[in-house]
């Protein structure tokens, strides 16, 4: 072998171990990935309790919230000071040339420049910061990141039917999806086991129907067992307001989900004329799907639907409303008279098209004022409209087929995006858990668009991660299912064709550390190799 081979088999030798070996300064680990990393400049920009966060274009909410995050990172006594004028630091601005929700960051020893497309852009820019600044102890390796999302909706969903999270436990929700970029949070405020929400008209909802006598233990293997223990909550209309503001202050959006016109015996126990026989039923005490649904063919139905959705509308300035509409048994209807009349007036053809009726009627309220409906895919059983925006959540099928109709579509299917199923094969040491399994790898692996045509992609506005609580009873065992795997969904929403199988043991090993910084729960599987 003569010298000159050797040398370049050497120089070969080197550039494979520093790309194999990386250092965190050329490439730190970020998630959800960002657009496009340059690190190569030299030196360190340190953040400091000195340290000034510069304000342009009105920017006071993203720097008050990342002054008061810098404090927690770097164990101040006071949050950073955040200033119109002052020399270096963190400047922030907005410029309408960068995309929508996307951030130009440029850090040098000097100063940190982020430069949103918008208000959530440069918080956006501030979270992928905080994560830098977390992972080196406020030394932040200068560089160049632009950044931006691939799906409009990131969304998670939360039960707390089922079982009930306080103002408290919801906001820390809260604060972990926006540290990954997510820009909803659809609130499942109501089901067959409590009703949430307080509604003025009907003060019985919440007197009556947020209270359950006892709670199912287990799996409801027979011989069942109950716990004996009531068990209840409900948040306020100024406490909904309360999270409402806060999640927007992190550039989240609430969408309310009032359960129709199945999951609704909670609200048939408060109200039993609801109900098509106007039999008292208890607030369900087990899991599952009940035949007791709302009447479809009694006019105070709607009239109850539209009061409830009136002061919804006024609590919630999200554009979309979610009315549910799964899982719906129709045996009450077909022995109703209300029903059947109903039916035969408009001219239906059963009792799946009765249901069309329902929810078509009140995707038109809504939409009367300025909302848009979401509903879960069962509403393409009934006939949908073209306006309906549909969660597919029986697999993706539903989703394709209302895409290539023409319906926006948010890909939630339950094999892999239903946050409450088990983590590992051998469930060892989880827990009680509804079933399922969905280890991390496999959601950081899923396209949610494979194989569809342009056109039904176009429909596809985003993915969503969902949280029933069947199972889940308290705040520590809700981030534990959350964590790490919302990071992975995280990457799907925002970062599609970026995801790498070669560095995201990395990433999430600096990630886990960040988690412990925040003090919250993180599930330890995929960390130990266990799927
Ligand atoms: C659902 O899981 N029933 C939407
Ligand atoms: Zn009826």
Redo the contacts with the bound molecule.
Sequence with gaps: MNMRLNILTFAALLVFAASNNQSYAANPHIIPEPGYIDMSDDGLFELDKKTPIVVSNDLWNPAAIFAEEAMEFLDLKRPLRTTKRAKGGIRLRIDRFVPEEGYEMTITPEEVVIIGGSEAGVFYGLQTLRQLVAANNGKVPCGYIADEPTFAYRGAHLDVARHFFTVEEVKEYIDILAAHKLNRLHWHLTDDQGWRIEIKRYPELTEKGSMRKETLVGHGLKPEKWDGTPYGGYYTQEQIREVVDYAAKRYITVIPEIEMPGHAQAALHALPWL???EQIVDVWTTWGVTPEV?????ES?YTFLENVLLEVIELFPSEYIHIGGDECPKE??AE?????A?IKAQELNNTEELQGYLVARIEKFLNAHGKKMIGWDEILDGGVTSTATVMSWRGIKGGIKAAERGNDVIMTPMTLCYLNFYQTESREGEGLHIGGHIPFELIYAWDPTEGMSDEAKSHIIGVQCNMWTEYIKDAQTLQHMLLPRLAAMSEVQWATDRRNEQTIRQKMETMRKFYEECGWNCSPYYFDGRK
């Design positions: 109900g098509c026989n709302m009447c479809a063919g009694k139905t009450r209807w109703c008279e209300h029903c059947q109903m």
